[in-house]
């Protein structure tokens, strides 16, 4: 799937040798940096370097001391910790891409973008997403930078949500602006986020929602003449 | 097959209103398919003439269906023709909504109209002379004189040229075998198509029983003397006669017609008008108002073209024969022809889904899918919360495997959250798992994920009508609680223990209709 590419990947500088390292260091210094933007993993670097434990945490300090190496957060495994040259930026199996943030999804980022989006989606009518970054671009209310190809994954999750709905553009009233076919948001129907929803005809009764339907049986132990939420409901 | 308690849900619907044994014979219909009376004798261990007198009632009601066929006799014996009884689950639903039957006939026709379909829907098949005789005691008039019956007899006209009232169908169709010989041979993919389109013998002999569209909303009986009746020249000497004769005495053949010819509320027709409901009300509320009205005067201007109940479009009109229709409704007098335009697009009236040119029709079938997904959306929704609903959208809307991974990305669920939520909406049969093990450097595996449309949709169903079952029982342990002040006299109706039944049943029987609108929307739309 597409993600932003990784801002400002560096590219390794060669051969900048450090002269201060000890053997030990050397070998793990090396093996961590051919692993480039995957890093590796302590147990990985005892395992193929045959070093003793304590001189593998050892040399680690040593070169995070001398700002060789860096620890990263692994999105995939927290306990996991991953050691990184440097000049290497974390690739995205590592970081999960550009929505995480120390291997936490940056709910609060995405929650902020999502308001802005449907502001915007709903201030507009019927947009593109390149007319909403555009405009979210132009307002300056957020101070990161965000690619179009950000804001297109968050209205598809404001489409799922269902918070705005996508169309295609017809041309005709609305559109009259947009050519034919383009892909375009709009608000959904009345009553905003999941309005439609709320007045599903199972969700309106306790049953439809309720934990236990499989056990509910007309003779047995939960039953719909015991049933409580059943009482709760009709208690008027 | 009938889910397990969509069979419970009929089972306690014919109980109520006709008895524990004729519910008895009912549900062995519904458990063990098509029977003959000596099965049903064997099955339920009842006395033959208890289990005729049974069948009578539901086939009076119309929810079994008689039909024969011809069986191999025993060795050395010639075959012989067995009557078969099928029940008719659907039918047997339909009692649940004659309240909404009674509300459309009431809307579109008058107060006489809706007693005689009241009759109907009371006692199921009626001759005319019958229909009669039951409206005048339900309306309590003393007035019966000859203007009052001719005027329920217009009625009567109305309603069966409206199609809702109907001649019953063949009482026992025969169902000739197929002729295997004859069948060509076919490769198997195509017989296995043949397989999955062809009709059981069952939905045959409901199909055979149908009386010829001509002959189904007639009024007179058959000898062409009723519209127009003209004589073909085909006609022979006898028939003539017969006609001749039926033509002098005009009075025997009302007559005749009046007290042999049954008939029935017409519940396909019935059904075709709440869909149409249901589709404008989705519209309405997915799309918006002008939307819905448009799509509304549309449906209600061809509302007799349509013959079947699953129609995949309305019937195309013109955008002359739009406008005027538009303009008819209150709503729609304010419409301007860009508005209107505007509206049939919303519908996905495009030029590319155009019939010919400068006609429009709209995608009923795809109306009626955003329906129930939305339903099964929203039970998502209360049940597992906001990420499971985002979830669950994607991979409906997707409608193909997609891994967890994936998942997790495009909804932005974190990853152990998301595999948590799949996992329990795997659990209660809303998703398909697929596990694929890859053995590259290192050996992984991977999870894919997809809705099942099929079976998510025959569960919902299948809760459905164990909700709509849990209703009526709760409902009834309520009446029967409050059974001593709901004997009062009217006027010591008062205070708080009534008033809490009264909104106890107010509430449970609108949730009722509101559900039997879901059960619709999932069995017969
Ligand atoms: S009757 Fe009560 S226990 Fe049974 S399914 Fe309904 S809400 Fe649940």
């Known amino acids: 799937m597409g993600r932003t590419p990784d801002l400002k990947r560096k590219r390794p500088i060669s051969n900048s040798n450090s002269p201060s390292l000890t053997d030990s260091e050397r070998v793990l210094y090396d093996l961590i940096k051919s692993k480039q933007d995957m890093g590796i993993w302590t147990r990985d670097m005892k395992r193929e370097t045959n070093l003793q434990d304590h001189v593998v945490t050892k040399s680690l300090k040593s070169l995070q001391a001398k700002k060789l190496i860096k620890e990263v957060v692994n999105v995939q495994n927290k306990l996991k910790k991953h050691y990184l040259a440097v000049e290497f930026e974390p690739s995205k199996e590592l970081t999960g891409g550009a929505w995480y943030v120390e291997g936490n999804l940056d709910t609060e980022f995405i929650k902020q973008l999502k308001e802005l989006c449907s502001r915007h989606v709903f201030k507009m009518k019927v947009a593109t997403t390149d007319g909403i970054t555009e405009s979210i671009r132009r307002s300056g209310v957020i101070n990161v930078e965000c690619t179009t190809q950000q804001i297109a994954e968050i209205l598809r999750v404001l489409v799922l949500d269902n918070d705005i709905m996508e169309v295609r553009s017809t041309e005709v009233g609305e559109f009259a602006s947009i050519p034919l076919g383009t892909v375009c948001y709009k608000c959904s129907g009345k009553g905003g986020p999941t309005g439609v929803s709320k007045t599903g005809a199972m969700v309106s009764i306790p049953c439809g929602v309720c934990p236990r339907i499989s056990e509910c049986t007309p003779d047995g132990i939960i039953s719909p003449r015991t049933c409580l939420y059943f009482t709760k409901w009709l208690d008027f | 097959m009938v889910a397990q308690y969509g069979i419970k849900l009929a089972v306690s619907i014919i109980s109520s209103h006709f008895g524990d044994l004729v519910a008895k014979v009912c549900e062995c219909l519904l458990r063990k398919g098509t029977l003959s009376l000596g099965d049903l004798v064997r099955y339920n261990q009842l006395q033959s003439n208890q289990v005729k007198n049974c069948l009578l009632v539901l086939i009076q009601h119309n929810c079994v269906q008689a039909f024969s066929v011809q069986k191999d006799g025993a060795f050395g014996e010639a075959p012989k023709v067995v009557t078969q009884y099928t029940v008719l689950f659907g039918n047997i639903l339909h009692r649940l909504r004659f309240s909404k039957f009674m509300a459309i006939v009431s809307k579109e026709f008058d107060k006489e109209c809706e007693e005689l379909l009241e009759a109907l829907l009371q006692h199921g098949r009626l001759t005319l002379e019958q229909i009669l005789q039951r409206a005048q005691s339900i309306s309590k008039q003393n007035d019966w004189s000859n203007a009052v019956q001719d005027a329920l007899r217009e009625s009567f006209v109305k309603l069966v040229n409206a199609r809702y009232v109907e001649r019953c169908p063949d009482p026992e169709p025969f169902m000739a075998p197929p002729d295997e010989e004859d069948a060509p041979k076919r490769s ?61 005495d005009r009075e025997t053949m009302v007559n005749i017609s009046e007290k042999e010819v049954l008939w029935r509320a017409n519940f396909e027709a019935f059904i075709r008008r709440l869909r149409h409901k249901a589709c404008v009300v989705n519209v309405r509320a997915r799309l918006d108002d002008g939307a819905g009205t448009v799509l509304n005067a549309m449906l209600e201007a061809t509302k007799k073209a349509e013959s079947k109940v699953k129609t995949e479009n309305s019937v195309p009109l013109s955008m002359d024969t739009i406008l005027e229709e538009v303009m008819k409704s209150e709503e729609g007098r304010t419409m301007t022809l860009e508005r209107v335009r505007g509206a049939l697009s919303q519908l996905g009236c495009h030029s590319s889904t155009r019939v010919a040119e400068d006609s429009y029709s709209v995608d009923l079938r795809s109306i009626i899918e955003s329906a129930q997904n939305e339903e099964v959306e929203s039970i998502i929704m209360k049940r597992y919360g906001g990420d499971a609903y985002r979830i669950f959208r ?70 459905m009508c164990h909700a709509a079952l849990n209703l009526s029982q709760r409902m009834a342990y309520e009446l029967e609680k409050e059974h001593e002040i709901l004997q009062l006299p009217r006027e010591k109706r008062v205070g708080q223990r009534f008033e809490r039944i009264r909104k106890v049943k107010t509430l449970l029987e609108s949730s009722l209709m509101k559900l039997d609108d879901g059960l619709m929307l999932f069995h017969d739309f």
């Not at chain 2, 198509?193 to 199909?207: C, F, I, N």
């Not at chain 2, 909804?411 to 996992?423: A, N, P, Q, R, S």
């Open chain 2, 188 to 248: 198997a993919k195509a017989a296995k198509l043949a397989k999955k389109t062809a009709q059981t013998l069952e939905q045959r002999a409901v199909a055979a029983a149908v009386p010829l569209e001509s002959k189904r909303f007639a009024i007179m009986i058959d000898t062409g003397t009723d519209v127009g009746g003209e004589e073909t020249p085909s006609q022979s000497l006898g028939e003539k006669r017969k006609y001749r004769e039926l033509e002098m």
């Open chain 2, 394 to 463: 994607l991979l409906s809307k997707t409608d193909r495997l997609v891994e967890t991974d994936n998942i997790s990305d495009t909804t932005f669920v974190e990853k152990k959250e998301t595999v948590k939520i799949l996992y329990n909406l795997w659990k209660e049969n809303f998703l398909h798992m697929e596990r694929i093990t890859s053995h590259g450097s290192k050996q992984s595996e991977f999870l894919l994920w997809k809705v099942n449309k099929n079976s998510v949709w025959e569960n919902t169903f299948d809760e």
